[in-house]
């Protein structure tokens, strides 16, 4: 396992086809990682995240599954170019889709690919909590479930445990609020976690705060970046300047009070990688190569690399007037 920066080479062992556009690595990557929680693949020239399949309290691998995305720049190419032995690319774990310390019930929905972090969620806690545990996944057909036959399995060595309902848009349109309520009934204290495609996260969010779900007891998991646009900062002038070196381009800004450096870069005009934007994935980092920069948080970056002036610049903020961030490394 060979390090590069935030990012690390690791080997397929295998390949697993789960349905007709899902298939999962299994990496030969002994990372530390929490239930819910993903990596961020370098490839093609751009980066991509994918959540663990596997959970680190019942699995040996470390698995992500990808959803072949048709026109995508990077899961096409997974499933077309990528075989066991094959190397990728990817940070150390990151996220806080994670299991909460708590003996609630854990509620879960999951559409599509979104089943991905909530089967890993799903396992942990089954296999190191009596905590009961219900999932709604919503696909179109049988054949797009993944991890049906699996999730069907704890299903039923978890009589009374885990409840699972299966939705089939061809078989019964789209998941109704009547279908979400009767998965909510009786868990208003649970966790509830919450992955699929944004409509139907929209969706399922507006029937829980509407069946007196607490918003803090709500987690959400994106796979779509939030938004490429500029953040809205508070666009507070001061004194110095922020230098961004990006793709070879070198832009010069002034300083903005309370602005974090990604957005002083997007500022500049430049769209720099991000995935999480909460210290904890590596995607965004970037070099300091002229003055200081302090973090908020750092979930990522270890001490070495911080010696040598490496920041996620999604936490970053300068200490010095001038400073100068490089991207490219
Ligand atoms: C925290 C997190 C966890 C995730 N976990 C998973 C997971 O476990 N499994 C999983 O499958 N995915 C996951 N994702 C999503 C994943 O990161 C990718 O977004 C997904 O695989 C698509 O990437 P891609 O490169 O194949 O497609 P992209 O290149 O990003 O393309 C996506 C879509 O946009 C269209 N498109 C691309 N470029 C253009 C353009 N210039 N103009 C118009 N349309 C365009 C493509 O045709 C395609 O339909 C996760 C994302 C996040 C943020």
């Avoid at 007709?20 to 819910?36: S, V």
């Amino acid at each position: 396992m060979a390090r590069d920066h935030g990012f690390h080479s690791v080997r397929i062992t295998r390949i697993v086809d789960e349905t007709p556009d899902a298939r999962t690595f299994a990496l030969d990557a002994r990372f530390p990682y929490r239930a819910g929680q993903f990596v961020t693949v370098r490839a093609r020239g751009t980066l991509r995240s994918y959540s663990m399949s596997s959970s680190p309290d019942v699995d040996d691998e470390l698995c992500v599954t990808v959803k072949r995305v048709p026109g995508g720049v990077v899961s096409p190419w997974m499933h077309e170019e990528l075989s066991a032995g094959d190397t990728l690319e990817t940070t150390l774990p990151g996220g806080s889709f994670c299991l909460r310390e708590n003996a609630a019930p854990l509620v879960a929905f999951a559409g599509g690919s979104g089943v991905t972090p909530v089967f890993s969620l799903i396992k942990s806690a089954l296999a190191t909590t009596g905590r009961e545990v219900r999932l709604l996944t919503a696909n179109q057909d049988t054949e797009s479930v993944i991890f049906r036959e699996a999730l069907d399995d704890l299903a039923s060595t978890h009589p009374g445990r885990f409840l699972l309902r299966h939705h089939l848009d061809d078989r019964q349109g789209w998941v109704t609020g009547d279908e979400i309520q009767a998965v909510v009934t009786g868990t208003l204290d649970g966790d509830f976690y919450v992955c699929g495609p944004e409509p139907f996260m929209a969706f399922v969010h507006r029937e829980l705060t509407r069946s007196g779900v607490s918003e803090d007891r709500v987690l959400i998991e994106r796979f779509a970046p939030a938004a490429e646009a500029p953040d809205a900062v508070e666009e507070t002038p001061r004194e110095g300047t922020i230098t961004v070196v990006l793709r070879g381009d070198r832009r010069t800004v002034a300083q903005h009070a309370s602005e974090t450096l990604i957005q002083t870069a997007r500022r500049a005009g430049f769209v720099p990688p991000f995935s999480c934007e909460a210290g904890d994935c590596a995607t965004c980092m970037a070099r300091v190569t002229e003055g200081e920069a302090k973090m908020r948080v750092n979930n990522a970056l270890d001490e070495d690399e911080v010696a040598e002036g490496w920041v996620l610049t999604c936490q970053g903020e300068p200490l010095t007037p001038h400073v100068t961030v490089m991207y490219d490394d």
